[in-house]
């Protein structure tokens, strides 16, 4: 039987996107994950080949065939009105191409879409297929638009999470889980990051793992729902111990297909095949996808339709995967990249708000560099904010505000004369928003409520938070006198 192909049917946003895309001749469309990126691009194509039915459409997907696969199979579930082919059929329409086939394309483009544009449309091979059919219309698709920022020069337009409905999206849960893992220091604005300095064994894994098993029979056996459980104050009262299991969930297997499809995203290939030989040690429906053992991703397949429980990836997914039904995504990459970190964020959060949805982040065993961690993922949730998500270019994530809780400190210090004795000190400590039931609604009722002289919610920047945290030594104040010296010394 065949099935039944629905026309493109547009929100009201994402009609906006179309109409402004229309109209511009080189535009960043910068929209969520899971916004609809795809279903406007394909409405701007069916738009344009109507004005200019002779031209010739270019889409560019990621570098892997199974992003470009996906493109194609949104195509397949629509009724459009143009012709399409990703063996580049002469009379199509539209071509759909990674950029490692650049030499299969002949003949001229008019417009090109890039998919994926922060990974894609400033590399050296896209940019010299743009040089070769110099295209007299560009769009690029992308969730985070922060090299486009800070390169300068591009039409972006941004639609921002926040400016959206709740409706369109599942309520999300953030949990940060100490590991046995350890990486050195690293500046949130670098590129590599991590990259060079995060090492492990399949030991550190074990027990990685093990910490993220018991985290999830937590919850599951709290008897707490999920707003009651991340309730800092019912999360202290609670007694959350294994025996309240009752063996219900006493296998990792149980636990996984209780909590529902888990996706885990690791470093590189060894550290996916560690995690991978962990689960299957403990009996979990697992499968594992990266190039060096499913080539054409039809393990991703078999995930998406439901055949196992957990999928163990290294960049596949993390960007164009389309899963409804995924509750889980465990960041076991160890990026302090707030991109990155959004981007995996917002792989999971597809639904609506009757639906909780869960993103944890396994963090380095150093309390220090968990605070670190746990930075990167409170600016990561600002990019949901406009004004944070316009702003940041990759490179000046310190200098940024974000919302933080000011709270008095009580301190209690004990001297062997006098006994213990309650000191309260004179000033209020900054820290970052709990990470709590439904983040992405926190972060909408803080910045609402900054405007509050009463507020408890004030702004600062993210050195300022890491001088509170002590990541980083305090910067001296000094005197506009004090400067002018140290000038004179300086000249001396």
């Given amino acids: 039987m065949e099935k039944i192909k629905r026309k493109v049917q547009l929100r009201p946003y994402q009609q906006q996107c179309s109409d402004y895309i229309m109209n511009s001749d080189k535009c960043v469309l910068a929209l969520c994950p899971n916004g609809g990126k795809t279903e406007i691009s394909i409405d701007v194509i069916e738009r344009y080949l109507k004005l200019f039915p002779k031209n010739k459409v270019l889409v560019l997907t990621h570098s892997t065939n199974v992003l470009l696969n996906n493109f194609y199979e949104r195509l397949e579930s629509l009724d459009v009105s143009f012709t399409y082919s990703n063996s580049f059929e002469p009379n199509a329409s539209v071509h759909l191409c990674i950029p490692a086939n650049q030499h299969k394309l002949k003949g001229k483009y008019d417009f090109i879409i890039v998919d994926e544009a922060h990974e894609n449309y400033l590399a050296n091979r896209v ?26 020069g591009y039409d972006i337009f941004a ?22 893992y350890n990486w050195k220091r690293t500046d949130y604005n670098a590129d590599e ?11 550190d894994t074990n027990k990685t793992m093990e910490s993220v098993v018991l985290n999830i029979f937590k919850r599951l056996g709290s008897g707490l729902s999920a707003v009651q459980y991340n309730d800092p104050s019912l999360f202290s009262k609670a007694k959350l111990f294994l025996d ?33 030989k962990s689960l299957n040690d403990n009996g979990v ?26 999928l163990v990836v290294v960049d596949r997914c993390r960007i164009g995967y389309d899963d409804a039904n995924m509750v889980n995504l465990i960041d076991m990459s160890g990026t302090r990249n707030i991109d990155l970190i959004y981007q995996m964020i917002c792989r999971v959060i597809r639904g609506d708000q009757s639906v909780t949805k869960f993103y944890l982040k396994v963090t380095t065993n150093d309390l220090a560099q968990m605070a670190a961690d746990e930075t990167a993922v409170n600016g990561a949730l600002m ?3 406009r ?5 940041y270019n990759g490179k000046n994530f310190n200098d940024l505000e974000i919302p933080v809780l000011k709270i008095p400190r009580t301190i209690t210090t004990e001297t062997p004369e006098k006994g213990n004795v309650n000191i309260v000190k004179n000033y209020r400590e900054s820290i970052l928003p709990e990470m709590i039931h439904d983040v992405f609604k926190l972060l ?9 002289p009463a507020s408890i919610y004030k702004i600062t920047t993210i050195t300022e938070a890491k001088q509170q945290l002590g990541l980083i030594k305090a910067q001296k104040q000094r005197t506009y006198e004090e400067i002018l010296e140290l000038a004179r010394q300086t000249i001396d």
């Fill in 127 to 152: 940019q010299k297929i743009i040089e070769i059919f110099k295209p007299t219309k560009q769009l690029m698709l992308t969730g985070t638009p922060s090299k486009f920022i800070y390169e300068g």
């Fill in 159 to 180: 639609i921002a999470l926040d400016e959206l409905g709740e409706k369109y999206f599942a309520k999300l849960n953030v949990e940060c889980i100490a590991s046995s």
């Fill in 193 to 203: 990051e991590v990259k060079n300095n995060f090492t492990y064994t399949q030991e």
């Fill in 244 to 276: 309240r299991l009752s063996g219900k969930y006493s296998t990792w297997a149980k636990a996984f297909k209780s909590i529902g499809k888990t996706l885990i995203v690791c470093n590189n290939i060894a550290q996916a095949n560690m995690v991978q």
């Fill in 285 to 310: 429906n697992s499968v594992c996808s990266h190039s060096g053992c499913d080539l054409n991703g039809d393990l991703i397949t078999n995930f998406k339709n439901d055949e196992h429980d957990v």
């Fill in 383 to 385: 990019l949901s904010n």
């Fill in 387 to 391: 004004e944070f998500l316009l702003k």
């Fill in 444 to 452: 909408k009722d803080i910045k609402h409520d900054l405007n509050n």
